[in-house]
Each structure stands twice: as C-alpha cells, then as structure tokens.
C-alpha cells in the first residue's frame, strides 16, 4: 500500500491525506454563501420588525384621525419618513433577490417540488410552498402600495380612508393576511434554520402571536373604511 | 382490529429489464395480529407475488434497509404496525436513491459517497500509538458522539427533504449529522478550513432551507434540526472571519 509503513506488528500504518471538498467553476466561494443565507434571514427580520412598527404607527387611527394626522406629520416634517422610506424600499428588493435565489427555478426542479408535495404532505414543507407563493403576491401589491402612497404625500388619516373605502379593499384584505402569514413562517423558519428551536412550542406561541397582529391590522382596516365612508 | 381487509398498492418496475415499465399493482390481505408492514410485505412475496423485490434484513430497526414509502411518507416496513395505517397503503421505493427494483433502492452507495465526502473517519491529530493508553473522554462526549452516532443510513431523512429532491448532490441532514459526530470528537483533528469547505456549500449546510422534514421523519428521532442549526451558526461565524484565520487553524476550533 501507497505511504503505509509497518510497526512491529507488521499492521500497516496508513495515513489518508485530507481532502478538501470538490469544487466546480460554477459554485459561489463559501464566504459569499455563508453571507447570502445570513443577508436572507436578517432582511427578513428586519421586514418583520419594519412591519411591526408599521402596524404600531397605523393603530393611531384607533384613537382617532387627529392622532394619526399628528404622528404622520411629524414624520414628515423631520424627514423621517423620506428617509426611511427608500432604506425600506432596498431592504425589500434585497430580501426579493435573496428568497429568490432559494427558490426552483428550472420547470424540472419546480414539478419535482410540487410532486414531492404532493406525496409526501409534509405541513412544513408546504409552508415553505406558500412562502413563494405569498412573497410573489406580496411584491406585487407592496409595490402597488408603495407607490400609490409615497406618490401622494402627506399621509392624512381622510386620504387614507377614502382611498380604501372607495378603490383598495379588495387589495387591503389579502395584503394583511398575507404579511402576517408570510412573516410568522419566515420567523417559524428563521427560529428553526439558526437555533434549532423546539417547533412543537414555538407554533403556539407564533399562532397566538400571529392572531393578535392579524386582529389589530384588520381592526386598522375597518377604522380606515369607517373613515373613508363617512366622508 | 384484526381482519380488516387490506389494499395494498405497490409500485413495480425493474430497471434492468428492458421490457419493464413502471408501474403500481394492487394486493390483497387479510389482516392479523400485531402484524408489520414487514409480515406483509412478506406474506406478499410468500403467498402471492415471488418477485416482489423489496429489502429488509435485521426486522428490528437497526441495519435501516427497510425504509420505503408508506403513503407518501418515508418509514421503516419492519417498524410500521398496520394498525396505524388505514386500509388503502400505497407503497412506493424511497425518491432520490437509485431504484434497484419495485421497493428496494441502492441506499449504500450514497452513503458510502456521502461518507467519503464529509470524511466519515476520525483525523488522528498524532499517529496512532497502539501501546499508549486510551486518550480518556467524559461522560458528556461520549454520549453525545453515541447520539449522533445512531443514525442507522436508512435514507429517510434525504428521501422526506424537498432541498435533496431538487439538489441531487446535497448531503442532507444524514451528512450534516456525521459531519457534527466528527466534531464533536475530541479525537478528531481535522482542520477547520476542511470542515468550512465541505459544510459552507449549497451541497451542505447552506442547501438546507429548513424544511425540518428530515426531524419528522427520522426513525430513530435523532436531534437533527438542532445539529443543522448548531453547524449553520458556527459556519456563519466563520465566514464572518478573516478567511486567513480560518486557513491557518489546524483544528476546527471554530467549530467547538
Ligand atoms: S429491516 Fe433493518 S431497519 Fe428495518
């Protein structure tokens, strides 16, 4: 045998050289792997925080319009708003990008997925299916509310109600719906991916979780339409 | 509740026989007591089909050949009572693996590829002494290789993971676990930047997309979303340093 030497015995001593992983020309460098899926689950934390603070500021309309007048134009008057908003804006094409390089993109890899779906019907994995799924519903009408909002500044309780009693509602409805799923199981995915969280105990503690958010963003949404229809 | 009525679907097709086209084959039994997917299948063979091929060896949950897919979801025949099944079963042979032919597929390969990939040996940091005492270890250690050394190869884990269906080169949750019992070894000396190359890649670590299928799936409830998660952490931190650093270090101390 190749390098082995024999001890007294007369066992062959052989030591196997350490080999370092195969590699083709079309993988990415570890490094830039390893900082891609971390980018991945820190964009999306940082969504669900924006999120939450989102829902914080718009549960002002509880209280009335003046109070959400009030707090809007203090966002706008010290540039907080102009200069979150296109921080924002980046987060969320990054975090599009990156959830999109996890995704089958190849029709062959995609009908396995599905396939594997359906024989298996493992619960988790077909949350990982509505991810997609939410995600690209999610882009689509986040940009119609981004647009439609940023281009028609300030942001004013009536301007809101109006628009969402007249034009929107059928946009509104499934767009807080589909936020606080989409964010509980990216979270639910997040816990378990980096810290191997007990799943059993963190589905109760998101589903109570994701009930309140869920109640408090459709109580927003009927204060709006109130707002709106009394005009 | 003994003699229900039993359907049973199977799925047959020999790859090797050019005239074999794939295809699923109904069988009847009558239920007995106590009985496994394995008396089954094995009643099958005996009483109604000779040629049904399917593997099964120690019946006891231990040498992991036996996995198949009962309804969809990857289980072991000797291990699954049919009392916890209904009474239409469909039988299919693990996905992913090569199909040896209806139930039986070519697990041993793959591991023995995976095996070979992630260094499914301990990296002596001193040649071996046979005269010298043992290294001693403690209790913690030891029972935390035993653990993860438990893994019996059966193939569920890949077979249920949605990331190995549409990656055929991942290693899986099966290979992460060895790749955690190695380091967990303090007789292991392998260096970092080995480890780093091997886990770091979509073929590794950073393939799975913590679906946790493998956890649900596992026969021998072996702790992987834990294992994955602890190797994606470390991994993640050592990305984060100088790549000289990570290089230079002959241990995977990044990984303890
Ligand atoms: S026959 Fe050995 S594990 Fe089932």
Same mark, same amino acid.
């Given at each position: 045998?190749?390098?082995?030497?024999?001890?007294?015995?007369?066992?062959?001593?052989?030591?196997?050289?350490?080999?370092?992983a195969r590699r083709t020309a079309f993988t990415l460098p570890p490094r830039v792997l390893a900082l891609l899926d971390i980018s991945l689950?820190?964009?999306?934390?940082?969504?669900?925080?924006?999120?939450?603070?989102?829902?914080?500021?718009?549960?002002?309309?509880?209280?009335?319009?003046?109070?959400?007048?009030?707090?809007?134009?203090?966002?706008?008057?010290?540039?907080?708003?102009?200069?979150?908003?296109?921080?924002?804006?980046?987060?969320?094409?990054?975090?599009?990008?990156?959830?999109?390089?996890?995704?089958?993109?190849?029709?062959?890899?995609?009908?396995?997925?599905?396939?594997?779906?359906?024989?298996?019907?493992?619960?988790?994995?077909?949350?990982?299916?509505?991810?997609?799924?939410?995600?690209?519903?999610?882009?689509?009408?986040?940009?119609?509310?981004?647009?439609?909002?940023?281009?028609?500044?300030?942001?004013?309780?009536?301007?809101?109600?109006?628009?969402?009693?007249?034009?929107?509602?059928?946009?509104?409805?499934?767009?807080?719906?589909?936020?606080?799923?989409?964010?509980?199981?990216?979270?639910?995915?997040?816990?378990?991916?980096?810290?191997?969280?007990?799943?059993?105990?963190?589905?109760?503690?998101?589903?109570?979780?994701?009930?309140?958010?869920?109640?408090?963003?459709?109580?927003?949404?009927?204060?709006?339409?109130?707002?709106?229809?009394?005009? | 509740?003994?003699?229900?009525?039993?359907?049973?679907?199977?799925?047959?097709?020999?790859?090797?026989?050019?005239?074999? /086209?794939?295809?699923?084959?109904?069988?009847?039994?009558?239920?007995?007591?106590?009985?496994?997917?394995?008396?089954? @299948?094995?009643?099958?063979?005996?009483?109604?089909?000779?040629?049904?091929?399917?593997?099964?060896?120690?019946?006891?949950?231990?040498?992991?050949?036996?996995?198949?897919?009962?309804?969809?979801?990857?289980?072991?025949?000797?291990?699954?009572?049919? *009392?916890?099944?209904?009474?239409?079963?469909? @039988?299919?042979?693990?996905?992913?693996?090569? @199909?040896?032919?209806?139930?039986?597929?070519? /697990?041993?390969?793959?591991?023995?590829?995976?095996?070979?990939?992630?260094?499914?040996?301990?990296? =002596?940091?001193?040649?071996?002494?046979?005269?010298? *005492?043992?290294?001693?270890?403690?209790?913690?250690?030891?029972?935390?290789?035993?653990? @993860?050394?438990?893994?019996? *190869?059966?193939?569920?884990?890949? =077979?249920?993971?949605?990331?190995?269906?549409?990656?055929?080169?991942?290693?899986? =949750?099966?290979?992460?676990?060895?790749?955690?019992?190695?380091?967990?070894?303090?007789?292991?000396?392998?260096? *970092?930047?080995?480890?780093?190359?091997?886990?770091?890649?979509? $073929?590794?670590?950073?393939?799975?997309?913590?679906?946790?299928?493998? $956890?649900?799936?596992?026969?021998?409830?072996?702790?992987?979303?834990?294992?994955?998660?602890?190797?994606?952490?470390?991994?993640?931190?050592?990305?984060?340093?100088?790549?000289?650093?990570?290089?230079?270090?002959?241990? =995977?101390?990044?990984?303890?």
């Open positions: 045998m190749d390098g082995g030497e024999t001890d007294e015995k007369g066992l062959v001593m052989v030591t196997l050289p350490v080999q370092r689950s820190i964009s999306g934390a940082a969504l669900s925080l924006f999120m939450i603070m989102h829902l914080g500021l718009l549960l002002t309309i509880l209280f009335g319009e003046g109070t959400l007048d009030e707090l809007a134009g203090f966002l706008e008057r010290y540039y907080l708003l102009q200069a979150g908003a296109p921080f924002v804006v980046l987060l969320l094409i990054a975090h599009v990008f990156l959830a999109a390089r996890r995704t089958p993109s190849s029709f062959q890899r995609q009908w396995t997925l599905i396939q594997h779906l359906g024989r298996t019907r493992h619960p988790d994995t077909w949350t990982w299916a509505f991810q997609i799924l939410s995600g690209v519903a999610l882009l689509a009408i986040a940009s119609i509310h981004l647009w439609v909002v940023l281009t028609d500044l300030p942001i004013e309780a009536d301007k809101s109600g109006l628009r969402i009693f007249r034009e929107y509602l059928w946009l509104y409805i499934p767009f807080v719906v589909l936020v606080e799923s989409h964010m509980t199981f990216g979270v639910y995915r997040l816990a378990v991916k980096w810290f191997g969280t007990a799943r059993g105990k963190t589905h109760v503690v998101l589903g109570i979780w994701t009930a309140l958010l869920l109640s408090l963003g459709i109580a927003v949404l009927i204060s709006f339409y109130r707002v709106g229809s009394d005009l | 509740m003994p003699d229900r009525e039993l359907r049973f679907r199977v799925f047959r097709h020999n790859p090797f026989d050019p005239e074999s /086209t794939p295809r699923m084959v109904q069988f009847q039994l009558t239920e007995t007591p106590r009985m496994t997917l394995f008396t089954a @299948l094995t009643r099958i063979r005996e009483e109604l089909e000779p040629s049904l091929q399917f593997d099964i060896v120690c019946r006891a949950a231990v040498c992991g050949s036996c996995a198949i897919l009962v309804n969809g979801k990857p289980r072991l025949a000797c291990r699954t009572r049919i *009392e916890t099944l209904p009474n239409d079963i469909t @039988l299919m042979p693990l996905p992913f693996f090569k @199909l040896v032919a209806d139930l039986s597929v070519d /697990t041993g390969q793959w591991f023995r590829d995976m095996g070979t990939r992630v260094q499914s040996w301990i990296n =002596a940091r001193e040649p071996f002494d046979p005269n010298a *005492e043992e290294a001693r270890m403690s209790n913690e250690t030891a029972a935390e290789i035993y653990e @993860l050394d438990r893994c019996i *190869e059966c193939g569920c884990c890949v =077979a249920a993971c949605g990331a190995a269906q549409m990656n055929p080169e991942y290693l899986g =949750a099966a290979g992460m676990l060895r790749i955690a019992r190695f380091l967990a070894d303090p007789r292991d000396g392998r260096p *970092e930047a080995a480890v780093f190359d091997v886990v770091s890649t979509e $073929e590794g670590i950073f393939g799975c997309i913590g679906l946790a299928a493998c $956890e649900d799936y596992c026969p021998k409830d072996l702790p992987l979303t834990s294992r994955l998660a602890y190797l994606r952490r470390k991994t993640a931190l050592l990305a984060l340093r100088k790549s000289s650093q990570v290089e230079e270090s002959t241990v =995977a101390d990044g990984y303890a």
